[in-house]
Each structure stands twice: as C-alpha cells, then as structure tokens.
C-alpha cells in the first residue's frame, strides 16, 4: 500500500510536519490450536484403509449435547490448525501455486491462477500425496487472509475452491483424498473462518456459498466412512462435531458424539493402553482425545469423565514408557521423539527427566495390551539419565501402527541406547519399510526361514524382587515352531539375561538379533562374545552367549551392519533417515536352539568374567560385570531368577 504525503502549513507561526496516512494495522486473525505431538510427519499407509470396530462398552458419560449453543450460534469450534504441514509453504509460494513438504524439494502443482493438478505426486510418496490432498499446506496464506490480506485470502479460497470442483462427491475412489478427509475437513472450517475474519463480516456472503455445501459433502462423506476406534476415527469424529458446530447441524453433533463415546474406551483400554500398538501414536492419542474433549465442551457438549479418566491412565502409561533418555522407547510406527513434559500429570516429571513434578510411583509397568516398560529407578538416588530403562513387547498380533516385535527387548543404560529397535521406515510400501516391520528389526529371537505369523504372545510367567525382574514370554512365530523367551533383568549391575529356546518340526534357522545404536562400533571378540562401542565414548556394551543345554556351533555369533541382500542392520531414527546400525547375531540350526544371552553395558574399560556350574538341576552362572558381582540361575523348567 503506497502512503500519501500532505502538504506543509503555517498555522499562527507554526509549522505543521507533512503527515504520513498509515496502513491499517493487521486483524486479529483467526483462533488456531497448537500443533498435537503427531508422530512424524506422516500418517499414511497407502495399502488400505483400516476401520476398527469398537469392542469395549461405549462410555455412557459423554452426554448428548442440548444443542443450545450450537443451535444458536454461540458454540464454537476453533480452528485445529494445520499440525507442521503448512511450515514449508509461505504465503509467496502459495501465490506461485508451489507446495513443499518433508525432504522434497518444492513443486509447482498449479499454473499460477490457483487451477491445481490433484493427481500430481511426483516424488511417488504417499505421504505427500495425502498431506497435498489435505490441504494443510495452505495454512500460512489461511492465516494471512484472517488477517486482512486480501491477496492471500484470494489464492487460498481458490486453491480450495479447485480442489472442491476437481474432486467431487463422492472421492473415496482416491486413496489419498479419501484418507486426507478428515483433515482436509478441519482446513474447509479454518478456511470459512478466515473468510470471516478477514472481510469483517459475521455471515458467509453468498459468493463463498460453494465452502457450506463443501464441509456438507465432507460432513456426509465422514459419516458414511468411519474409520472407528483408533486415531483417525478419533479425527474424524471431531472434524464432523467441528461442521455441526459451525453450520448448527444437530445431526451431525450427534453423530459424532456418539462416535466418540463409542471410540474412546477401545482407543484406550482400562490399563491406559491404546490400540495402535506404537508408542509415539499413544503420544499423539493422548493430545488427541484432550482436543475431543475440549471441542465438545467448547460448543456445548458435556465430555464425562470416562475420557478424562482414560487419559489419566494413558499419561501413566507414558511416563512408564519414557527411557532414561526422556525418549519414548521406539516401538511400532514411532520415530525417536521426546515425551512431552504435560503439567499436572506424570509426563511432567518424566518428560523433563526429572526436573519438574512428582516421580511416577511405580517402575514396572505389565500391560496386557503387550507391554513392559521397567526402569531401575526414577532418578532419586543417582542421575535420571543413568538409570537403566526396558522395554518388552508381547501381547495381541500386528494391528494397525504395530509391528511384527513381539518378544523385543529396547534397553538404556549408563546415560545411552544400549539395544533399539530397527525404527520407523514411513509408509512407501517398499523393502524397506517391509524390513522395519519385521521380526528381523528387533532384538528377539527369529525363524527367517519361517513365513510371519504375527502370533499372539503370552507373557507366562513374572517375578520381582527390589534389585531384579523375572518374565517369561511364549508363541508360536511360525507353523510347526514354538519359541520361549525367559528375561532376567539386573540392578547392580544393570545388565540384561535372555534365554531364548526354541522347537519345530522342521529345520529352521534361528536366530537371536541384537540391535545396536548407529553410534557404535561393533567386533567379534570370540566365539561367544561381541564388543558394541562408540569411539571415544565412556560406555561399551559387552554382549555374549553361554554355552547352555547345546554346543555352540561355527558361525554361532555375527554381525550385520548395512546390508541390502537381506536386508539388515539399519536404524531409522525418523522416516527420511536411515543409518546403518550393527546387529549382532547369534544363530543356530535345526530343530531346536537354547541361546542364553547377556547384554552388560560397562564403562570403556570395564570388563565381564562369568562362570558356569551346576547346583543339582539348576544351572548357576557367577559373573562380575564392570567390578560389581552378581549370580543367576536356571531352574530345569527354564525360569531366570536371582541368587546373589
């Protein structure tokens, strides 16, 4: 906007300065949530779209709304945001009709005038596509436009108009556009709100008529396709509470009420496990269902208190799956990320390593979700970061964000990743996202030979004692083949015992994988041990294998690191990077394998002397692991306890 300059006056001997008209000052804008911790920057599997029904009794709380406020027009429902998406995209690009997202390069998806190719993907990913169909990437011009700028109020209500005309009901034909609904529903009342702020005025006028029929479509096509209990029948549920909301639909705002009743004793079980069998996804639950609560309220509703309560026990399961590291252990679809530090709640102590809140009051944690999260403490008698944290996977087969780990152990210690999980590829389904999800991405024992089960895991047997922990895990991993694993987890030292055993009907290869963090180094000492180091670091991880119940073979130990043909040894610590990481081998053929592990994470230059003997049927091993001795045994029935 150019200014105008007036002209100098003399008034009674004074000069009068020229005065400079100044521009107005931007609007307010539009109310925009904050972004929910979602896990990655992707959510997408293109394979299919899932829908999980709702098995648990619906919560009986979550009242119908009066519709009062709604009805007339003083409920409201704020604009979710547009969760990171929109971050590569300025409103100048917008302007340019390019889009950016993740490690690509921006692309040019429109001719300049707002006329959008929506079957564009030219990285062939996924998630871009599904992110580009959702419209989240508009959102900085969305913003600019509630704030008065005209020019990018006009590019984003054409953007959006484009896609309107370009994909009408109904588009599920289309994976991506189908997927991207819900959140492309949010944008369409984000985009209707900016409408209104930035023009001033209380009423859509006529000329943006086309964004009502719209967030109908997109109400009509939500209720017809729910995806039920998990998280994107949780966001779809709120998306279609959001356009009963802001268009005063009391069918809608029931429909979606009784959804999300339905859903959230499912979603969340009565352990405050969810069902996505991810960690980071739990994480984003949690955010979640906090926004379903608040948006129902917001506009009338009456939430209950089953949600709140479900919450509650999902932050205390969170704050159990929190690493030394103030990490989530890596489980299922999750990058490595950060627990979020939420006051009032055990996540804030946890999430802050200690520094702020109250310390959980338990370590150990068994969900039957198929979960141990144990730690040797909380950080009250030596650093947080020192303390020795696991996890163990077991439980329900492979469902939704879950991947095929049962019997996996994730392990910290001595303030570092001592074993991981081979991580979170994305969602392309290639070889490689195929191998994260695989039995070969986590330290358990395999049967490679053996096509997947994704079996049901029994966790048989526990025990506890102040400085030890005792389970014992069984399945059957493949046809024919049963598979044991027996944990006995050490304070002081802190060290991890496995002892896998295994039987089948045919010859199997067996294999018990150990997987190393990408920072270390990794060599073959013998026949039976293997050292994990990283240069100049004050930890090294010494992980060996007792000769038990079977003589250990040529070839007993290996490692893999980098390797394409099969594919192992790798880490994703996030969906865009890959790292070779060693994994540790410790293999077997036949019919049957006993292989007892030990994992003792030791300073550089500490070391590991053990000794085996047997007490009538128990065999005992006497071991000193980084100067501090310790004994264990195994009873004839294969249980690990403690002796000293």
Known sequence: MSATVGFALAVSGFAVAPQVAQAAPPKPGIAV??????????????????????????????????????????????CPGFSTVDDATSVAMLQADTYAWGPYAAYKVGNGSGNVNWKLNPYKNPSWYMWFHSLRWLGQGIMAG???????????????????????????????????????TNVLVCVRQAVLAGLGVTALPAAYSWLDVALVNHAKFL???????????????????????????????TTAQNRLAAGITTAIDAQGSTNEQSTAYAQFNYSLWGRAAAALEQCGADPGTTITTRRALLADWLALATNSLGKLHQLGDSEVVSTSPIAGTPLSYAGTKGIEGVAPERRIGTFNAGYVFGRTGWGQTRPFAQESTYSIRYGPSRALH?????????????????????????????????????????????????????????????????????????????????????????????????????????????????????????????????????????TRTILFQIPYRQVLPAGAILIKQGQTKPIQGWHYPDIFTRKPAPTLMFARSGTSASILSVIAPVSAT???????????????????????????????????????
């Open 33 to 78: 949530l904050p972004d929910l911790p979602e896990p990655g920057v992707a959510q997408f599997d293109p394979a299919r779209s899932n829908v999980v029904p709702a098995v648990a009794a619906a919560a009986s709380d979550v009242k119908k709304s009066s519709r009062k406020a709604a009805v007339a027009g003083t409920g409201s429902y704020t």
């Open 146 to 184: 509630s704030q008065g700028d005209t020019a990018a109020l006009a590019k984003v209500t054409a953007i959006t108009k484009d896609w309107v005309t370009d994909n009408p009901y109904s588009w599920k034909a289309d994976i991506g556009a189908y997927e991207a609904t819900m959140h492309r």
């Open 223 to 253: 209720t017809a396709n729910w995806s039920g209990a998990w998280n994107h029948g949780t966001d779809e549920s709120i998306a279609l509470f959001g356009v009963g909301c802001t268009l005063e639909r009391a069918d809608y705002l």
């Open 402 to 538: 879950g991947h095929s780990d049962h019997t996996g152990i994730t392990y910290t210690s001595r303030g570092r990743d001592i074993l991981i999980d081979g991580g979170h590829a994305g969602y392309q389904n290639d070889m490689w996202r195929t191998w994260a999800k695989s039995q070969s991405a986590a330290s358990a024992m395999t049967t490679p030979l053996a096509a997947e089960t994704y079996p049901a895991t029994k966790l048989t047997r526990k025990a506890f004692t102040p400085t030890s922990e005792f389970y014992e895990f069984a399945d059957a991993p493949g046809a024919g083949i049963s598979r044991n694993r027996a944990v006995l987890v050490l304070k002081d030292p802190d060290l991890i015992v496995s002892l896998d055993r295994a039987s089948a009907t045919k010859a199997q290869q067996f294999q018990t994988l150990w997987h190393l963090p990408s920072d270390q180094h990794a060599t073959v000492y013998s026949r039976t041990t293997a050292i994990g180091m990283k240069p100049g670091d004050d």
């Open 606 to 644: 500490g070391s590991v002397q053990y000794k085996g003997r047997w007490s009538g049927t128990t065999y005992i091993v006497d071991l000193v692991a980084g100067g501090e001795k310790a004994s264990f045994g195994i009873t004839p029935g294969g249980s690990l306890y403690r002796v000293s």
